[in-house]
């Protein structure tokens, strides 16, 4: 079954610049990943320091492969002093209605 994971960041305002070039390198690997069918990065309309990563995976087995090498040998340490506060993951299911 289809799985959908939402990466919510919120980067310090200073830091957007390291942010971009940053997370264009992290998200080539994401998308290369396999079972991985795309990574869109949303970027809030009223807050440009809060970006939703929408991560498509063509199972629950293939994003948790995905995050055990995030937590391991893919671990992102660029990332943590850019943000303002720690990332938020939520996951979900795409229903046949």
């Known amino acids: 079954m289809?799985?959908?994971?939402l990466l919510?960041?919120?980067?310090?305002?200073?830091?957007?610049?390291?942010?971009?070039?940053?997370?264009a390198k992290v998200l080539a690997d994401t998308?290369?990943?396999d079972g991985c069918q795309g990574v869109d990065v949303l970027v809030d309309a009223d807050d440009e320091t809060h970006w939703i990563?929408?991560?498509?995976w063509e199972s629950a087995e293939a994003d948790a492969k995905y995050r055990e090498f995030?937590?391991?040998?893919?671990?992102v340490t660029?990332?943590?002093?850019?943000?303002?506060g720690?990332?938020?993951?939520?996951?979900?299911?795409?229903?046949?209605?």
């Open 70 to 75: 995030r937590a391991g040998e893919g671990k």
């Open 2 to 5: 289809a799985l959908i994971a």
């Open 31 to 33: 998308r290369a990943f």
């Open 53 to 56: 990563a929408y991560e498509r």
């Open 78 to 84: 660029e990332l943590g002093p850019l943000l303002a």
């Open 8 to 23: 919510d960041l919120k980067f310090k305002p200073d830091m957007l610049d390291e942010a971009k070039v940053v997370l």
């Open 86 to 97: 720690a990332p938020g993951l939520s996951k979900f299911t795409v229903a046949d209605v």
